[in-house]
């Protein structure tokens, strides 16, 4: 999918939820190897980065929405994510419960779902890119937990 038209979608999305004023469920992880932290910048999001994860589909749980979406969109088979705690946001016309899991993995290899995930890449945590403020908020509460 092309950037325009992520984008495009995206405020397509935000005017609905300025219409409905909807409430969303969500589930994030800050994954760990070695050190390092997997962060992925977003088609419809290109200039930050932020933690794997996504929506939370009706009949699941956080957790399993968490492993589904980590598979589809990096790749990567979580094994008992520990749920850190939930982050209550409100932006964008919706409220958004969003549940933080902490994982470790064994391996670097990612393998990248284009449609939503334009990079992902491993990061030192004294060396971090530009990250939206919910995912600072994501980060920072596995890191006190």
């Given at each position: 999918m092309s950037t325009w038209l992520a984008?495009?979608?995206?405020?397509?999305?935000?005017?609905?939820?300025?219409?409905?004023?909807?409430?969303?469920?969500g589930a994030k992880a800050v994954i760990f190897n070695d050190g390092k932290i997997l962060l992925v910048?977003?088609?419809?999001?290109?200039?930050?980065?932020?933690?794997?994860g996504g929506t939370v589909d009706k009949g699941?749980?956080?957790?399993?929405?968490?492993?589904?979406?980590?598979?589809?969109?990096?790749?990567?088979?979580?094994?008992?994510?520990?749920?850190?705690?939930?982050?209550?946001?409100?932006?964008?016309?919706?409220?958004?419960?969003?549940?933080?899991f902490k994982a470790v993995v064994n391996s670097f290899a990612v393998v990248v779902d284009r449609r939503e995930v334009a990079e992902a890449q491993w990061y030192d945590l004294g060396a971090l890119p530009p990250m939206g403020k919910n995912g600072k908020a994501m980060l920072n509460l596995v890191l006190s937990s």
């Open positions: 984008v495009f979608i995206r405020n397509l999305h935000i005017a609905y939820w300025f219409i409905t004023r909807p409430t969303t469920r910048r977003l088609t419809y999001y290109p200039n930050s980065w932020t933690l794997p699941e749980t956080p957790r399993e929405a968490l492993i589904r979406e980590c598979k589809e969109e990096v790749g990567i088979v979580l094994e008992g994510p520990e749920h850190i705690g939930n982050l209550y946001i409100e932006q964008q016309y919706k409220k958004d419960t969003v549940s933080v």
